[in-house]
C-alpha cells in the first residue's frame, strides 16, 4: 500500500515571498503520478500540478514548481511570489498505474494548511 | 464545460434515514470514485468504478454502497447513515491516468 506524508500542518508565508511544502511517499511501485491539489476555503479541489515518475525534468506551472526526488520519494512544491490567492489547504497525492494508461486511485496526505500574510 | 456534479452540496439529516448523493460527469470517463475527507485526515477513497457495472471497495466503505448503471453515474448511497459519517464528499472522475477531476463537494451532517 502507498502511503503520502505531508509533514507540515501549517504554514505562513508573507505576500511576494517564496514557499516550499514538503512531501515524502511510500511506495514500491516504479510507475505513478504524484500531484499536489489546492483546496481554497470554498472547498473545491483544483489541480496545481502533476509530475509523472518517469520523468525526470521537474513539472512547473507558472509560479509553481516541484521538486521530484525518486531515489529519496520526496515530492516538494515551490510557491514563487506568493499571492493573497495562494491561502488555501495544499495536498499532496499519489497515484498508481495499474495498467497502461488505466487510471486508479489518489492515496493523499492530510495537507498543509498555507496563510499567505501581507 | 467538462464537470463533475454532485448533489446536494449540504445536507443536514437523522441517523437512520437513508440518503443518496448523487454524482454525474460529462467528460465520457470510465473511472469514478467517492473520496471523503475528515481533518487530519485528508481524503479517503470509499468507493470507485472502473466503468460500468464494475465497482469495487476503497479504503473506508463500510456503511456506503455505490451503484455504474451508466457511464456518466455514480451515485453513493448510505442505507442507513451514522453519526460518524458526517463528513466532507467529493465524487471525482478520470481517464487513461489523467488527473482526476473532483466535484464541488457535499458536506454532510448526521444528527
Known amino acids: 500500500a502507498q502511503t503520502v506524508t505531508q509533514s507540515q500542518p501549517e504554514m505562513s508565508v508573507q505576500e511576494a515571498e517564496t514557499v516550499t511544502l514538503s512531501c515524502t511517499y511510500d511506495?514500491?511501485?516504479?510507475?505513478?503520478?504524484l500531484f499536489w491539489y489546492k483546496q481554497p476555503p470554498s472547498r473545491q479541489m483544483i489541480l496545481v500540478i502533476r509530475?509523472?515518475?518517469?520523468?525526470?525534468q521537474n513539472a512547473t506551472e507558472n509560479r509553481f514548481s516541484v521538486n521530484f526526488q525518486k531515489a529519496a520519494k520526496s515530492f516538494s512544491l515551490k510557491i514563487s511570489d506568493s499571492q493573497l490567492g495562494d491561502t488555501a489547504m495544499y495536498f499532496c497525492?499519489?497515484?498508481?498505474?495499474?495498467?497502461?494508461?488505466?487510471?486508479?486511485?489518489?492515496?493523499f496526505g492530510t495537507g498543509t494548511r498555507l496563510q499567505v500574510t501581507l | 464545460e467538462a464537470q463533475v456534479t454532485q448533489n446536494p452540496r449540504y445536507l443536514i439529516t437523522v441517523t437512520g434515514k437513508k440518503l443518496t448523493v448523487t454524482c454525474s460527469q460529462n467528460?465520457?470517463?470510465?473511472?469514478m470514485s467517492w473520496y471523503r475527507q475528515d481533518p487530519g485526515l485528508g481524503l479517503r477513497q470509499i468507493y470507485y468504478?472502473?466503468?460500468?457495472?464494475?465497482?469495487d471497495k476503497g479504503d473506508v466503505p463500510e456503511g456506503y454502497k455505490v451503484s455504474r448503471k451508466e457511464k456518466r453515474n455514480f451515485p453513493l448511497i448510505l442505507e442507513s447513515p451514522s453519526p460518524n459519517q458526517t463528513s466532507l464528499y467529493f465524487c471525482?472522475?478520470?481517464?487513461?491516468?489523467?488527473?482526476?477531476?473532483f466535484g464541488d463537494g457535499t458536506r454532510l451532517s448526521i444528527l
Open positions: 471525482a472522475s478520470t481517464s487513461e491516468g489523467q488527473p482526476q477531476h
Open positions: 509530475q509523472e515518475a518517469y520523468k525526470q
Open positions: 468504478s472502473m466503468n460500468v457495472e464494475v465497482t
Open positions: 467528460m465520457n470517463h470510465e473511472y
Open positions: 511506495t514500491s511501485e516504479n510507475n505513478y503520478y
Open positions: 497525492a499519489f497515484m498508481k498505474l495499474i495498467n497502461t494508461g488505466t487510471a486508479s486511485k489518489l492515496t
